[in-house]
């Protein structure tokens, strides 16, 4: 673990935990935490490598994958017959030729989708639940392996970042289970596995706004973490009431597509740069962001991550597509090619030398899609910043109803006057491409869904 030194900022401590008594230096870490280690280690390596050699390491590991597939789960047998013992390792050309795994196969056929002879090795299968925020919650299985390298990922993106492991980070979600009753007994959790690390603090996301922003006053962590659109309503209030976290180094954010303004507002009010992971519940951590540059690293010796046109073809770099991901670890039960529903724009290769594949933008999901009337689809920027600039607009959601006409849904301080609605109205069209009418609905609250994401931009037309 020597090229943990280097990785690690220097505030903090780089010698992982050790469990033997009296022996510090170098540690001798507990068997959990050692194959977590050992998974790092081979990480800071890997990342170097050329996209040529994480391809083909890649396609041995998807090959063993699919031919154990093939053989033990009913729900592929017949799709995947052809490369049940398979004489060479799958080539690109065959990997394409697989059929697509939809979120509905997953809901209407997840029991013959769990393999029939699990690997004892591979440790337990546990159930991860999806938050259902497109209203089609799935329930999938992850082994113990899958889930001890997406902790080396973990790792590896705090090493990146050169996090301090001793700092306190502050956790605001929709809380349930042990961090639900953590935040109620006002408990910590540490947040790096395998070093001593600082607390971990969580906060409910449903808790008041400006109650949260007086628990990060007095907390002052060094890191906070949250959704893009959570993050985005607290700068705003604390630029409002004059009051903001002197402490912080970093913001994580997870769960959302991120906004380039909320980077912009983060950077200008509170003076702390973003970090954002891709991750998505059912497969773990796609994508973290680049510690040189915001385009995103793939994390690619856990999943295989492709972006595909609307014909099945892959994107080149500059080109916006389909995310269709496949954990490369999950024998439990294997997602293959599975379409997550997301869209983003592929990336050349990272300057900094990493032979990681890139995403230069994740641009969230086919309902977050604009349908213009000649039948094009972009992704609308409304600009939050704008918009509370001409009124008190503490929460907005704009809807779109037909290729003519938007819903801006909106929580106010008081009522808008119509001057400050035309404006309103002017700013919300001047930011998409085609003439749209613009109507105003004023709600006391517009909720978040229920693992607590929320969406400025959706569409009720069927895309």
């Known amino acids: 673990m020597s090229s943990l030194k280097s990785s690690i900022n220097t505030g903090a401590d780089p010698v992982p935990n050790s469990s033997v008594p009296s022996i510090l230096w170098p540690a001798l870490s507990n068997v ?25 390491r890649q396609l041995r590991q998807l ?26 390792p799958l080539t690109v050309d065959d990997w394409r030729r697989l059929p697509i795994l939809r ?33 089609e919650p799935v329930v999938v299985k992850r082994n113990a392996v899958t ?56 906060r409910d996301i449903n808790e008041p706004l400006d109650e949260t922003l007086e628990w990060l006053m007095r907390e002052e962590p060094d890191y906070l973490m949250t959704y893009p659109t959570y993050l985005r309503a607290l700068i705003q209030r604390s630029a409002e009431i004059g009051i903001q976290p002197s402490q912080l180094r970093e913001v994580l954010t997870v769960g959302e597509a991120l906004d380039p303004e909320v980077r912009e507002a983060c950077n200008d009010i509170w003076r702390a740069p973003i970090s954002d992971v891709y991750s ?13 540059h915001e385009h995103y690293l793939v994390q690619a010796e856990g999943i295989f991550c492709e972006v595909i046109d609307d014909g099945g073809a892959p994107c080149g770099p500059g080109e916006v ?29 990272s300057p900094d030398g990493r032979g990681l594949p890139v995403l230069n933008r994740i641009l969230g999901r086919a309902r977050n899609m604009l349908l213009l009337p000649e039948g094009r689809k972009t992704w609308p920027a409304f600009g939050s910043r704008g918009m509370a600039a ?12 037909s290729t003519a006409a938007l819903e801006a849904r909106l929580v106010t301080e008081r009522p808008l006057t119509p001057d400050e609605e035309e404006r309103l109205a002017r700013h919300i069209t001047s930011r998409i491409p085609a003439p749209m009418s613009v109507a105003f609905t004023y709600l006391d609250e517009i909720p978040r869904s229920a693992g607590g994401k929320f969406e400025d931009f959706k ?3 069927d895309l």
């Open 280 to 292: 998505a519940q059912e497969v773990g951590v796609i994508a973290i962001q680049c510690p040189e």
């Open 390 to 401: 001409i009124a008190p607009i503490r929460q907005h959601q704009i809807v779109q109803k």
């Open 147 to 202: 889930g001890r390298i997406l902790s080396a990922l973990t790792i590896r993106d705090h090493l990146w970042h050169r996090r301090v492991v001793s700092g306190k980070l502050a956790y605001i979600r929709r809380l349930s289970g042990e961090t639900e009753v953590a935040a109620k007994q006002g408990k910590s959790m540490p947040w790096i596995e395998g070093f001593p690390s600082g607390p971990m603090l969580f």
């Open 103 to 135: 979120r509905r196969d997953i809901q209407e056929s997840s029991p013959s989708m769990v393999t029939r002879r699990p690997f004892k090795e591979h440790g337990a299968a546990a159930d991860i639940r999806t938050s259902g925020s497109t209203g």
């Open 32 to 56: 959990n935490e050692s194959l977590t280690l050992a998974i790092l280690g081979q990480l800071l390596t890997t990342q170097w490598w050329s996209p040529e050699m994480i391809l083909r």
């Open 459 to 461: 569409t009720e037309i």
């Open 321 to 349: 597509g389909r995310v269709v991901v496949t954990p490369l670890h999950n024998f439990s039960m294997p997602l293959i090619r599975y379409d997550i529903g997301d869209y983003a724009e592929v990336g050349k290769r």
């Open 63 to 88: 090959t063993e994958l699919v031919s154990y597939t093939a053989q033990t789960v009913p729900f592929y047998k017949e799709s995947l017959a052809e490369f049940a013992r398979p004489k060479r």
